[in-house]
C-alpha cells in the first residue's frame, strides 16, 4: 500500500496491545494514546523541512536548523481529543483546530458538528489525529474540509486502521499519508475494526 506507513517500533506494538485489552482502564487508556500519540508523532514527521537557524551555545557561534512549518493538529472529535497532548509533546507551538464529527449508526456516514475553521488556513501543515480509521468516512470528511479552507499539506495519524479505511482514503486523497500503529484485519458487519481495540472514544471518556 502506498503511502502508508504502519510503525516497525518495539514500544508501538508494546503499547498498543496494552491498549488493544479490554481490562485497560480509561486512565490507563488515556496515558497509552498519548504516549502512542507522540511515538507516532515522531515516526510522522521524520520529512518536516527545516530552513537554517543561528544559534549560539556557551562556547561558539552555529547555525542550526528549526522546522519550517506552521503546523495545525486536527482532533476529530470526540476520540481525536486524546491524541492532542501526546503530540504537543513534539510540536508544543502547534495549533489546534477542532472538527466534530460523529458516525451515524445506521448508515456509517459522518455527521459535522462542529468547525470553527477562520476563513484563511493559518497553518502550512495539518496533522489529522483519530485513533480509529475505519470506514475511513471520518477522516476522508476531515481532509475534505481541510482542503476546502485551504490547506495544500495534509498527514493522517491514527492508531489502528482497517483496510477498507485505507483503500476509502487512498482513493479519495492520495496525497495523504496515513502514520498507523498498525493495520488490522476488517471491518465487523457494525462498522467495527477487528481486531481493533473496541470504541476508542468510550474507551478513553468512560461511556461504555
Ligand atoms: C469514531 C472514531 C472515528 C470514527 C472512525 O468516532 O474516533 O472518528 O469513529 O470511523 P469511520 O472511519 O468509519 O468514520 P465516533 O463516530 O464513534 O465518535 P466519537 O469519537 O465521538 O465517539
Ligand atoms: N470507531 C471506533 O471507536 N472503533 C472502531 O472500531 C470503529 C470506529
Given at each position: 500500500?502506498?503511502?502508508?506507513?504502519?510503525?516497525p517500533h518495539?514500544?508501538v506494538?508494546?503499547?498498543?496491545?496494552?491498549?488493544?485489552?479490554?481490562?485497560?482502564?480509561?486512565?490507563?487508556?488515556r496515558d497509552?494514546?498519548?504516549?502512542?500519540a507522540t511515538?507516532?508523532t515522531?515516526?510522522?514527521?521524520?520529512?518536516?523541512?527545516?530552513?537554517?537557524k543561528?544559534?549560539?551555545?556557551?562556547?561558539?557561534?552555529?547555525?542550526?536548523a528549526e522546522?519550517?512549518?506552521?503546523?495545525?493538529?486536527?482532533?476529530?472529535?470526540?476520540?481525536?481529543?486524546?491524541?492532542?497532548?501526546g503530540?504537543w509533546?513534539?510540536?508544543?507551538?502547534?495549533q489546534?483546530?477542532?472538527?466534530?464529527?460523529?458516525r451515524?449508526?445506521?448508515t456509517?456516514?459522518?455527521?459535522?458538528?462542529?468547525?470553527?475553521?477562520?476563513?484563511?488556513?493559518?497553518?502550512t501543515?495539518?496533522?489529522?489525529?483519530?485513533?480509529?480509521?475505519?470506514t475511513?468516512?471520518?477522516?476522508?470528511?476531515?481532509?475534505?474540509?481541510?482542503?476546502?479552507?485551504?490547506?495544500?499539506r495534509?498527514?493522517?495519524?491514527?492508531?489502528i486502521?482497517?483496510?477498507?479505511?485505507?483503500?476509502?482514503?487512498?482513493?479519495?486523497?492520495?496525497?495523504?499519508?496515513?502514520?498507523?500503529?498498525?493495520?488490522?484485519?476488517r471491518?465487523n458487519d457494525?462498522?467495527?475494526?477487528?481486531?481493533?481495540?473496541?470504541?476508542?472514544?468510550?474507551?478513553?471518556f468512560?461511556t461504555?
Open positions: 500500500m502506498d503511502n502508508v506507513f504502519p510503525s518495539p514500544l506494538a508494546h503499547k498498543l496491545t496494552l491498549l488493544r485489552d479490554k481490562r485497560t482502564d480509561p486512565q490507563t487508556f497509552l494514546v498519548r504516549e502512542l511515538l507516532l515522531y515516526e510522522a514527521t521524520a520529512d518536516l523541512p527545516t530552513r537554517p543561528p544559534v549560539e551555545t556557551p562556547l561558539a557561534a552555529m547555525t542550526g522546522v519550517s512549518d506552521t503546523i495545525g493538529l486536527v482532533p476529530i472529535l470526540r476520540a481525536g481529543l486524546g491524541m492532542v497532548e503530540v509533546n513534539l510540536l508544543p507551538g502547534a489546534v483546530w477542532h472538527i466534530g464529527l460523529y451515524d449508526e445506521r456509517l456516514r459522518p455527521v459535522e458538528y462542529y468547525n470553527k475553521l477562520p476563513v484563511a488556513p493559518t497553518v501543515l495539518c496533522l489529522v489525529l483519530d485513533p480509529m480509521l475505519a475511513g468516512g471520518s477522516a476522508v470528511a476531515t481532509v475534505d474540509i481541510l482542503k476546502r479552507w485551504g490547506v495544500k495534509i498527514k493522517f495519524v491514527g492508531i486502521g482497517a483496510p477498507e479505511g485505507i483503500a476509502h482514503m487512498q482513493e479519495r486523497h492520495p496525497d495523504v499519508p496515513i502514520h498507523l500503529a498498525a493495520i488490522d484485519e471491518l457494525n462498522g467495527y475494526i477487528l481486531p481493533g481495540l473496541g470504541d476508542a472514544g468510550d474507551r478513553q468512560g461504555a
